[in-house]
């Protein structure tokens, strides 16, 4: 071969060469998302979800009070209907504007058709722990059950109840809206007007394999969880909600049934649905007795001991994140144990006879614990309040 076509070729081989390397590659959000502003207040964020291997999405309703120099913000996680998507919501002003009057971050991630669980149409119930994950981490969102809700309508009310049921240490209420939790079961013992086509691509046609997916078989595990159901008069959903909350009974499960006028409908049934658990979302965060250290519905003298014995460790979790959530286990924490201390729960069925008042030898506790004070520095900072809905 003649050198000069020995050039050429190795000029060809360059060329080429560049033009891949110059070629825009896909972008990828996995480790970078990116967060563009909605409306006030609501934010979308776009990351490369590694389950699906394709780009997703989910919106963000922030709290009034929101500060991202604050860990552990309570959250409620808010999935949609089949057809919808994670913009469904917040695009409605009025809808928008109720989500707003929460006291918690709201995440509304994006589930296609996919009921929200893994099956033949792809591994959607693990991509919503990809997608909480990414959530957390930009958001600072809490671990902490007593601080973690979820709810969804339709397709979403299915998946919250079916994702709280496999996920039951992570949540304290649930609460699907005009939700198909009946279901997939077969359709004959449901009145003519309450009967919901079985979705064979998530499901499969196999009668068998049905059993394993309906929540209806699963309610134990939503014991411990504020339970709130909300369906509507001529919704074709009733029945299946109505014996949701017979089983629920059965079980010992305290919940609320709420029938509200309307149908199985995203603008009517939907639009009342949304202030009722934005209500009961505030109230359940609202529990959470501050000083409360060991998690026994009363501020005594034992939260002490624990707030001494972790005295510096930097995850609230110790003291079962009912400090002020900042700068981990302070003597800030060891204030509102002080403030509050005689304080009981709503939730405390029985006190032990003496637990409210100190004994005696609890004066040289507080001597002992005022000294600790003094050669401590106290942190300053931002207090994270949850209040209940006016």
């Known amino acids: 071969m003649r050198p000069s076509v020995i050039t050429a070729l190795l000029i060809a081989k360059l060329l080429v060469a560049a033009l891949f390397a110059c070629a825009p590659s896909k972008r990828s959000f996995a480790d970078d998302p990116v967060v563009q502003t909605l409306y006030n207040r609501v934010q979308m964020v776009t990351f ?3 389950v699906l291997e ?3 999405s989910f919106t963000v309703v922030l709290p009034q009070n929101y500060d991202a120099a604050i860990d552990d913000w309570p959250v409620l996680f808010f999935l949609h209907g089949s057809g919808r998507h994670e913009r469904s919501l917040v695009d409605v002003q009025s809808k928008r504007d109720a989500l707003k009057a929460g006291n918690y971050v709201t995440i509304l991630p994006d589930g296609d058709r996919s009921w929200w669980i893994d099956s033949p149409y792809g591994d959607y119930g693990t991509y919503l722990e990809e997608t909480f994950a990414v959530a957390e981490n930009l958001y600072k969102l809490s671990s902490n059950p007593k601080h973690r809700a979820i709810t969804g309508w339709s397709m979403g009310g299915y998946g919250a109840v079916r994702y709280a049921q496999t996920h039951a240490d992570e949540f304290s209420a649930v609460s699907p809206i005009i939700g198909v939790i009946d279901y997939p079961r077969d359709q004959s013992s449901f009145p003519e007007d ?13 009668p068998s394999n049905w059993p394993a997916h309906n929540p209806m078989n699963f309610v134990q595990d939503l014991s411990g969880m504020s339970v709130q159901l909300i369906t509507g008069t001529t919704a074709f959903d009733r ?6 909350s017979a089983q629920l009974t059965a079980a010992d499960i305290d919940h609320t049934l709420t029938i509200l006028e309307g149908g199985h409908s995203f603008d009517v049934t939907l639009e009342n649905a949304i202030p009722l658990v934005v209500a009961h979302t505030n109230a359940v965060f609202a529990e959470t007795l501050l000083g409360d250290f060991n998690g026994d519905n009363i501020v005594n003298l034992a939260d002490y001991t624990v707030w001494r014995d972790n005295l510096g460790a930097t995850d609230e979790s110790l003291i079962f994140s009912a400090g002020d ?3 981990g286990v302070d003597s800030a924490d060891y204030e509102l144990w002080k403030t509050n201390f005689g304080a009981v729960s709503a939730n405390a069925s029985s006190l032990p006879t003496g637990s409210l008042v100190p004994e005696p030898g609890s004066l040289m506790v507080f001597a002992i614990a005022a000294i600790a004070l003094f050669r401590t520095t106290k942190c300053s900072g931002l207090r ?6 006016r």
């Open 384 to 389: 994270r309040t949850f209040s209940p809905p």
């Open 239 to 244: 029945t299946m909600n109505q014996n949701f």
């Open 194 to 206: 309450q009967r919901y086509d079985i979705r064979t691509e998530i499901f499969t046609s196999n």
């Open 48 to 50: 490369r979800s590694t």
């Open 325 to 327: 959530g900042l700068n």
């Open 54 to 56: 394709q780009d997703k």
